[in-house]
């Protein structure tokens, strides 16, 4: 699984953000090119973050698409497949943009009154 490699690169930026509070929750924006199961994902973090003020984080996956532009008909579309084919022609002559980013978008913590 190399969700895991991901996740503790997240973990790192939830720490550095949480500076020890309790985490609920965290939102992840990851790029289609990452090919993440979301259920992976949180499964992976969970034991990455074990022992952590991270450790019962809900992991919510949100996937960005990537960029598909076609070298032989011109036409660009977006791509929810890590594996691009150009929508129009279907050719597989395409160059991909975007769809890398891994980026922690927010991060819920557990208030005292829960
Ligand atoms: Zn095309």
Same mark, same amino acid.
């Given at each position: 699984m190399?969700?895991?490699?991901?996740?503790?690169?997240? /973990?790192? !930026?939830?720490?550095?953000? #949480? +500076?020890?509070?309790? =985490?609920a929750?965290?939102? @992840?924006?990851?790029? &289609?090119?990452?090919?993440?199961?979301?259920?992976?994902?949180?499964q992976?973090?969970? /034991?990455v !973050?074990?022992?952590?003020? #991270? +450790?019962d984080a809900? =992991?919510e996956?949100?996937? @960005?698409?990537?960029? &598909?532009?076609?070298?032989?008909?011109?036409?660009?579309?977006?791509?929810?497949?890590? /594996?691009?084919?150009?929508?129009?022609?279907?050719?597989?002559?395409?160059?991909?943009?975007?769809?890398?980013?891994?980026?922690?978008e927010?991060?819920?913590?557990?208030?005292p009154?829960?």
């Open positions: 190399h969700e895991f490699g991901l996740c503790e690169g997240v /973990l790192e !930026a939830v720490q550095s953000r #949480a +500076a020890g509070r309790p =985490v929750g965290i939102r @992840v924006r990851c790029g &289609v090119r990452h090919a993440v199961e979301p259920a992976a994902m949180a992976a973090f969970s /034991l !973050a074990a022992g952590t003020e #991270a +450790a809900a =992991v996956v949100v996937t @960005v698409p990537a960029t &598909v532009s076609c070298r032989d008909c011109g036409t660009a579309s977006e791509s929810m497949d890590a /594996l691009a084919v150009c929508s129009r022609c279907h050719g597989t002559n395409v160059e991909m943009s975007g769809g890398d980013e891994l980026v922690l927010s991060v819920r913590y557990l208030t009154s829960g």
